[in-house]
């Protein structure tokens, strides 16, 4: 399977056809970014809540 039916959660076989007639899986993928959680949160209750 192709890095970009991977990426597009497509793994139809008429999707990765189409990926490859039109030559997508030679684009470069796009980068991905993570998604920072915070710190703190008001719904956070910490360790210390479960002892």
């Known amino acids: 399977?192709?890095?970009?039916a991977l990426m597009l959660g497509s793994c139809r076989?008429?999707?990765?056809?189409?990926?490859?007639?039109?030559?997508?899986?030679?684009?470069?993928l796009e980068e991905q970014q993570?998604?920072?959680l915070p710190d703190t949160h008001d719904n956070t209750r910490g360790p210390a809540y479960y002892h």
């Not at 399977?1 to 970009?4: A, G, R």
């Not at 076989?13 to 997508?24: T, V």
């Open 1 to 4: 399977m192709t890095d970009s």
């Open 34 to 36: 993570e998604l920072a």
């Open 13 to 28: 076989y008429k999707s990765i056809e189409s990926i490859l007639k039109h030559r997508l899986d030679q684009q470069p």
